[in-house]
């Protein structure tokens, strides 16, 4: 997965959905990269693109600034890439999901374009994911990493790759 959204990130393509929900498992060491629906192709005189276009948005994997200013760039993927890793470390379980977490947490009632006001406040007071049940350390860690609430302070994919290998590699021993 890391090697795939590091890929995309050199050839300067945003996902903007990435999700367990969009992933294709092949093999245990092998999966695919789904639904580019969202996917936009960087600017070359920028690091970010812009969305314009209103629409139905998977808000609870976003970055603070995708939500606030509809800024997308390879460190919003990062963020969203930490939720994936959330949800893969609470085996997709609905009941821990990240929109039943997050509408938890604001309180059900809210709904419409309030939740995106009360989702942003949440993420600004430092409110994130908490860490799965079966997660080790490392993992969390990692996790916390990608959601920085400064895009310029999460790690590159390529970062990442490295990250997990050795968190692999000592959670083997």
């Not at 995309?8 to 945003?14: S, V």
Request: glycine share 6%; proline share 6%; with cysteine.
């Amino acid at each position: 997965l890391l090697q795939g959204m590091d890929y995309l990130a050199a050839k300067r393509y945003i996902h903007r959905d990435l999700a367990t929900r969009n992933i294709l498992v092949e093999s245990e060491m092998r999966v695919k990269i789904g639904d580019f629906g969202l996917t936009k192709v960087l600017p070359q005189d920028k690091e970010y693109y812009t969305v314009r276009e209103p629409g139905e948005s998977p808000i609870f994997w976003y970055a603070p600034e995708s939500l606030t200013e509809s800024k997308f760039s390879v460190a919003s993927d990062v963020w969203s890439f930490g939720v994936v890793l959330y949800e893969l470390f609470t085996y997709s379980d609905k009941n821990c999901s990240p929109p039943m977490v997050f509408m938890e947490r604001m309180g059900k009632e809210k709904q419409g374009q309030m939740i995106v006001y009360h989702l942003i406040d949440l993420l600004k007071q430092g409110y994130r994911l908490p860490t799965p049940e079966s997660c080790p350390a490392e993992i969390h860690a990692i996790m916390l990493e990608c959601w920085n609430s400064d895009p310029e302070l999460r790690p590159s994919f390529k970062a990442l790759i490295h990250s997990v290998e050795a968190a692999r590699g000592g959670l083997s021993r």
